[in-house]
């Protein structure tokens, strides 16, 4: 396809960019070829010129559609080139928050640096049993796929985890370790993946260091091998390590930690235990506070101190062992304290008093002048002498450093040691997979050996990394049969030849170590001497001559020389070592065993050659020699494995969450080799489709006439019309192959005819709206007009009419107008005349009244000045009244105070004080008395001033009255006035009397208010204490019935969470009762097991590698090696710290009370045989008492016979007294006085009849012996045989002849087995005494814990009470009030269920004495009526009567097993439910019950029930995975737990039967008891069938609801890349909802054939929807690919048939739609509008059955299949998070899918008469009879 197809106008390219490595434009104009330049427009809009070289035609790479972005797998991207990984990286890492990216074979990991809810045992679970290309990318499928091929290709396997520090490869391959544990079972020894995981807390302790890029950085590289059996689980592991930083231990840089165990173990130095290291914290020690930095943000040391010690004895390492391993790392910590001082240039010392260097010693256990002098000295020795030599302060640091390094090297290799010790397995390791955590690439300012050696381990995993991808490429072609050509890939071979080959970097480097004066220096001019020039790999640096260049695979990196010398020789002071090897310390002496074997070696080797010292110097190997063939190893390893890869990618050096920067993102993929894979993809074909997904999704490129039959022509035919280039596609076998960009421009041509469809449908539809809409208004238009004119019409007659009255209208208002003018004028006239006349008239008045006035005035003012005067003067005299009296008070008061100072005085004063008291008591009393008269004068003062006040009112009034009067005759008006002011005087003298009357009363009641305020202080603080009082009585009555109110709403609230707490109980008893019923399963199997080996172990002992020893009777395990003895046996306490299970816990002990029961059994045998002597003794002695006791015996009888009669009668009495209902007297209710009388002597009567009843049997057997032994007196004694050799003995068969010599008339055996049937009888009673003495002690014994409890808690309550104030006091009072009452209602209420329970059982005795006793009477009168036995008998004719069943069944004793041999072991459920009523069995085994409770045989009612119900657990147990017998055998149990209670006489029960189903209720036997036993079994049975049914559905749920598509190519699927989807069933066998749905009918159907209850089927169809949901919703959380519009159509579709099924069942109401709400609200959440705040708010109100977890999963797995599809944006989902994050919900992602509800089994009657059921004769039941 030519250029200027691709880069035509609105095509995306990518540009570079210095900042974000890549950025996006788009073409605004077509490209032509030979144009120079490229006109772009970026993103922000801007536009470019991007020029292009006409030499090279570099045109910018393209970019992929939107719809594959963010795909699964990089190579399913159609460009395969840098910017299009890192920008689908990007989408998928920043958008949609998923941190795994497949790019072929290689899984891409980025670092989220924020914990994940993805890790959970359920998300496991999901991809257990998974193909890798099913879900979602994930570390758990890389493990998945790796544990499956191992299973499948029993080939070993291998993942590889790589990457730069901080990326997460020691977490990655944390969980893959943990995948493996909890997919597989352990095999043979417990705890076995426990322990692989516990190793990992320890290394990283060990091994693990916080770095300026990582907190928790691996500073080694491990290989961990896993051990798998034949079975492929588990049983061991090995671990290799590689390459220690062992120069952190006494250096850090800025900002960086020491290993972590250093900082545990001092954050631990407050412990007991460790003070004897003398630890302070970690900025105390140089070798942990050089970085500055001690502590990580969100680490507690402490903590992880307990975790580590935890994982140490989880492994096996004991408590000692584990303080020697810290013992050591204090005494490093100790010795990096110890200071160096300078003598001179060349001499240092050590003080000897240094404390450090005292504690160093003191743990290691070595002198401390000897270690002191070697830390400043060394030892040289020559081929002649031996020369001590002090060194310099910097070389002596340096010494003390080196060995402080290398103790730390030697105490992490043999933890390593001890961890593969404790992760050995016995058994036989079938298989492995490795897991490979090692170090990526590394550049830094600063390189040194150790990123040489790390960088060299990366160039040799790219290199296997290169060729498996290389080979798996080449595969598929062939698996294809494609031509192909080699594809060119970057080999760097002469990169690693470099570095290890002869005359290489390695090699230079060891040849220089061996030089006497070899320095880093001389070392590089080799280094350039020797390879500058020779290879290409090789560079020097142009302004450094200690310095190289190589030029790695990611990058070329510059090492710096100095130090590669020294760190390759690894040096240590020898005499440092000698030191420390005589040290008393064992750990120490193990650390270096293997330097004592080597240099023993290399003296062997020195005395044959001659120079130890030059042999031994040759003979060490150094660092990069080892690391060079540790890595060889390696990589044989890993090349016979099948390898897997994790690429970990750092996302950011900030360690911000999901946050990616382009430029360090881009350098990683070049380093970890994800761009190579992608390169090595595009050079061939890297897109691949089967011909029907092909065919699927390009079904719209072709015509009907182009499709045929054949898919595989039909794709070809299609291909050469639309790519001519036949050279970028091939056809495989079952495949087509693209080259890169081929599969966009299909996806182009897709589009576009899509796009020309949706366009020619918008035509087509437009124009019918547009003409629908022209009709529509042209309607409308003639319909307008058609009113309009009518409208017109009316509007002119409406005007004539208008204009016609309103001339009549102006005719007539023009009148009233004129008229009204008239009127108003003439009336302003009349009243402007009216006016004028009062105004002269008022004139005239207010003149004379004038003049009047100002003689009034003048009066008044002469007389205020008077009465002024006068008041001055009187005011003046009591001024000087008051003045004389304040002085003569003055000296009277100073008098007093004198007397008052006195001492008599106080005394006088306190004498008389109780007196003086009672009388101002006595005198408040009066002053109120007092003053309550006064008040009563006030009162009458008053009522006659109100009564003078309304007379001299009316007097007012006249005189008003009479000045209107003289006003209106104003003739007499001049005469009237003298005598007006005349009245105005006087009236002018009563005023001032009553202003002189009213002030004399003002000052009275001023004077009475202070005395009646001075008596009423005192009152008025009693009262208002008393209405304080009140108020807190009133606010203490209102709390409590607020207090009552509240409590009534508790008591509904309380009620409806009991009934969730029931529902809740329900389920968790259901659950415990499941477990239960498993480890009673495994309790049985493990029995089986340990009698199988004791069995062959007695067949013949032979040793095992178990660490069980068989000879022992328990199970003990044994702490040693193979040097112990078989028959060792250990107690307890050499019990090692090994976890055991707890079914072996209980095996033990049940086994040590087997053999205590034995024991006691063979003691109670020696005691029998010890009395059986003494009794034979005696026996001589009693023969002749015999004959005498039978008389007595038969007195004895006779009497108890005739008492028994009388208790015979009595019970008759009471009988019809109780039964006789015609009589008036009716009997007592039950509570009365009477009735508790009659069950007093009904419980005496039945104790004595129990006891006559023994006496009689006990009588009549002694006298059948004596009456045996008189026969064999007489002469007819021959023919009385007693077969003495039936007699059970307990005596040894020699003794036989002695005891028949004994017994020769046999009255030894009678005294015998009647001094055992005494004997017996007394110890049954002895027994019955003791219980009951025990069950009266057990109840005083609560009694009086209960009194005590109560006690207690009163004290407890009381003191508390006493320090709460009053009102909480009460509050509290009455609450422990409400509580006893409650705590005794709850009590009264049971006691009064136990005596109902009593009452029911003593009325069914009460029934059963009376039958027996009826019987007992016919007997009696039926041998009374016999006749003689000789007499003759007369020939009678019998007619046959019709048989009446009783609904029983007889079987003799032990016919049991038979029994259920025939009816449950081997019976087929299907030929008894097609054939017989539902239930058979169960009936049959009810009708064999009730016989055995018309017999009243105890002992076969519950063998047959014990039986039956164990039978049924065999059953299902092993044919539990047959869904029909579990379907049967449930219906079954349930029918008989029903028929236990539908026949147990309860009156709730017996409301649903007929009169002869309630004849056929049991009599003797009451067994509540077994139904609840029945129905904890028909819980069990119903989670086996739950269990079954989901082991048939899972397989066909994620194929039929999300799979399948029910119209085929409608949206079409997206292209998956290298790791294509696999269908659950082959293509021709697709699984569909119908498929489903027919598996469910089945199951109903089977149900229902089997008689199931119908509500136990709607509980079982409720589990089946929920586990159709929950499997459904968490495969589409997990996949990506699934999160469509066109999905959730197609997942509503599958919803709606599945109702549609329940409706069909009529099992609508069975809560089943229910479940399915969380899908349905999926799929509508994948369907509605994601875009703005109103939508975001319907989605939250919508998806009420979602978690916020699952809410926005799905909207950020949410993925376009066609273009016209948007994704969800993150605001959006932003949005969504803000509004959901009130919502209180787990917050776990996934639904559980093996959650079983809660299941009831409510009671169901039977309509089915027993008496008409028959027993088929195919059952082989012919031993029963039918009674």
Known sequence: ????????????????????????????????????????????????????????????????????????????????????????????????????????????????????????????????????????????????????????????????????????????????????????????????????????????????????????????????????DKKHCIIGANMRTYLLEKSRVVFQAHGERNYHIFYQLCASSHLPEFKAFKLGCADDFHCTNQGQSPVIDGVNDAKEMCNTRRAFTLLGICESDQMEIYQVLAAILHLSNVEVKDQSADRSSIMPDNAHLMVFCELVGVPCEEMAHWLCHRKLKTTTETYVKSVSKMNAVNGRDALAKHIYAKLFSWIVGSINNALKSAAKQHSFIGVLDIYGFETFDVNSFEQFCINYANEKLQQQFNLHVFKLEQEEYMKEEIPWTLIDFYDNQPCINLIEAKLGVLDLLDEECKMPKGSDDTWAQKLYNTLLKQNAHFDKPRLSNRAFIIHHFADKVEYQCEGFLEKNKDTVNEEQINVLKKSKFDLLLKLFE????????????????????????????????????????????????????????????????????????????????????????????????????????????????????????????????????????????NKIFFRAGQVAYLEKLRSDKLRMACVRIQKTIRCWLARKKYLRMKECAITIQRYARGHQARCYVMFLRRTRAAVVIQRNVRVWVNRRRYQQQRSAAITIQCFLRAYMARKQYHKLMFEQKALVIQKWVKGWL?????????????????????????????????????????????????????????????????????????????????????????????????????????????????????????????????????????????????VVEELNMKNSLLNNKKDELNTI?????????????????????????????????????????????????????????????????????????????????????????????????????????????????????????????????????????????????????????????????????????????????????????????????????????????????????????????????????????????????????????????????????????????????????????????????????????????????????????????????????????????????????????????????????????????????????????????DDLEASTQQKNNASPINAPIRAVNITRKEKEYQGMLEYKEGDENRLLKNLVVDLKPRGVAVSFIPGLPAYIIFMCLRYADNVNDDQRVSTLLNSTISSIKGVIKRRGKDLEVVSFWLANTCRLMHCLKQYSGAEAFMTHNTTKQNEHCLVNFELSEYQQVLGDLAIQIYRQLIKCMEDILQPLIVASMLEHETIQGVLGSKPTGLRKRSTSFPEEEAVTVEVLLQRLGLFHTTMSQHGMDSDLIKQVVKQQFYIICA????????????????????????????????TERELADCGAKETLEPLVQAAQLLQIKKKTEADAQAICNMCTALTTAQIVKVLTLYTPVIEFEERVSTSFITTIKNLLKDRVESSTLMMDAKKIFSVSLPFTPSSVALETIQIPASLNLSFLTRI
């Open 1671 to 1702: 499997v459904t919703l968490n495969n589409l959380l997990l996949r990506k690919d699934m999160c469509s519009w066109s999905k959730g159509l197609q997942i509503r579709y599958n919803v709606w048939q599945l109702e549609e099924w329940l």
């Open 1033 to 1413: 009585i009133l606010e203490q009555a209102q709390r409590l019935s607020e207090l009552f109110v509240s409590e009534i709403k508790t008591n509904t609230e309380n009620t409806k969470q009991l009934e969730k707490d029931l529902t809740e109980e329900r389920s968790r008893y259901q659950n415990l009762l499941s477990e239960h019923l498993h480890l009673e399963e495994r309790h049985r199997d493990l029995q089986e097991e340990m009698n199988l080996n004791i069995s062959s172990s007695e067949s013949g002992h032979k040793r095992t590698d178990s660490n069980y020893s068989s000879n022992s009777s328990e199970f003990s395990q044994s702490l040693g090696s193979t040097e112990g003895e078989d028959s060792s046996v250990q107690t307890e306490d050499e019990t090692p710290p090994s976890v055991d299970l707890p079914v072996l816990l209980k095996l033990q002990r049940r086994v040590k009370e087997l053999e205590q029961d034995k024991q006691s059994l063979l003691q109670q045998l020696d005691k029998r045989e010890e009395a059986q002597q003494e009794n034979a003794k005696e026996v001589e002695e009693e023969r002749t008492v015999g004959r005498a006791e039978l008389d007595l015996e038969t007195l004895k009888r006779q009497e108890l016979e005739s008492e028994n009669k009388k208790l015979k009668q009595d019970l008759n009495e009471l009988r019809k007294s109780l039964t006789n209902e015609n009589t008036e007297l009716m009997p007592p209710a039950p509570g009365t006085l009477p009735y508790s009388i009659l069950l007093e002597q009904l419980n005496s009567s039945n104790e004595e009849l129990e006891m006559r009843k023994e006496e009689v049997l006990l009588l009549r057997s002694h006298m059948v012996r004596q009456e045996a032994l008189k026969h064999k007196d007489s002469a007819l004694g021959g023919s009385v045989k007693l077969d003495l050799t039936e007699i059970p003995s307990f005596q040894d068969f020699d003794r036989s002849a002695d005891i028949h010599t004994l017994n020769e008339d046999g009255e030894l055996w009678l005294a015998y087995e009647g001094l055992k049937e005494t004997n017996r009888l007394l110890e049954f009673q002895m027994q019955e005494q003791e219980r009951v003495h025990n069950e009266k002690y057990r109840k005083l014994l609560e009694e009086v814990n209960k009194l005590k409890d109560e006690r207690e808690q009163q004290q407890k309550l009381f003191a508390q009470s006493l320090l709460l104030p009053e009102d909480a006091r009460i509050e509290a009072s009455l609450k422990h009030e409400i509580t006893r009452l409650t705590s005794e209602n709850l009590e009264l209420m049971e006691q009064l269920e136990k005596q109902d329970k009593t009452i029911r059982k003593f009325k069914k005795q009460l029934k059963f004495y009376m039958k027996r006793v």
């Open 594 to 733: 293997d330097d004592e074997m080597a240099t023993s070696s290399t003296k062997k080797l020195s005395s044959t050659i001659g120079r130890a010292g030059q042999s031994q110097r040759d003979n060490k190997k150094t660092v990069g020699l080892q690391f060079r063939q540790s890595l060889h190893l390696l990589m044989g390893t890993l090349n016979a494995t099948t390898p897997h890869y994790v690429r970990c990618i750092k996302p950011n050096d900030h360690k911000a969450p999901f946050t990616l920067d382009p430029v360090r993102a881009v350098q990683q993929l070049r380093a970890c080799g994800v761009l190579e894979t992608i390169r090595i993809s595009a050079a061939g074909f890297p897109s691949r489709w089967t011909y029907q997904e092909f065919f699927s999704r390009y079904r719209v490129l072709m015509k009907q006439k182009d499709v045929l039959s054949d898919r595989k022509q039909t794709c070809k035919n299609l291909l050469e019309k639309l790519i001519k280039d036949q050279d970028k596609y091939q056809f495989g076998k």
């Open 1 to 228: 396809m030519a250029a200027s197809e691709l880069y035509a106008k609105y095509a995306r390219v990518w540009l570079p960019d210095a900042a974000e490595v890549w950025k996006s434009a788009e073409l605004i104009k077509d490209y032509t070829p030979g144009d120079l330049t490229l006109s772009l427009q970026l993103e922000d809009g801007t536009e470019v010129e991007y020029k292009i070289d006409p030499r090279t035609n570099n045109l910018p790479p393209l970019r992929n559609p939107n719809i594959l972005v963010g795909e699964n797998d990089l190579t399913s991207l159609s460009y395969l080139h840098e910017p299009a990984v890192l920008h689908n990286l990007k989408v998928r890492f920043i958008d949609s928050k998923l941190i795994y990216t497949y790019c072929g074979i290689v899984l891409v990991a980025v670092n989220p640096y924020e914990n994940l809810p993805i890790y959970e045992a359920d998300i496991i679970n999901a991809y257990s049993g998974q193909n890798m290309g099913d879900m979602d990318p994930h570390i758990f499928a890389v493990a998945e796929e790796a544990y499956k091929q191992m299973a499948r290709d029993e080939k070993n396997q291998s993942i590889i985890v790589s990457g730069e520090s901080g990326a997460g490869k020691t977490v990655s391959a944390k969980y893959a370790m943990r995948y493996f544990a909890i997919v597989s079972c352990s095999s043979g020894e417990a705890n076995v993946e426990e322990r692989v995981l516990a190793s990992s807390p320890i290394m990283e302790a060990l091994g693990n260091a916080k770095t300026t890029r990582n907190d928790n950085s691996s500073r080694f590289g491990k290989y961990i091998e896993i051990g798998f």
């Open 866 to 1010: 008077a009465r002024q005067l006068y008041r001055r003067t009187v005011a003046a005299i009591i001024l000087l009244q008051s003045c004389v009296r304040r002085m003569m008070a003055k000296k009277e008061l100073k008098k007093l105070k004198v007397e008052a100072r006195s001492v008599e005085h106080f005394k006088k004063l306190n004498i008389g004080m109780e007196n003086k008291i009672m009388q101002l008591q006595h005198k408040i009393n009066e002053q109120q008395k007092e003053n309550r008269e006064l008040s009563e004068k006030l009162s009458v003062v008053e009522k006659s001033q109100t009564v003078e006040r309304e007379r001299q009112s009316r007097e007012i009034e006249n005189l008003r009255r009479s000045e209107q009067e003289a006003r209106a005759k104003a003739e007499t008006l001049p005469s009237l006035l003298e005598q007006l002011s005349f009245l105005q005087h006087e009236l002018e003298n009563t005023r001032r009397e009553k202003e002189d009357l009213e002030e004399q009363t003002e000052v009275y009641k001023e004077q009475t208010q202070q």
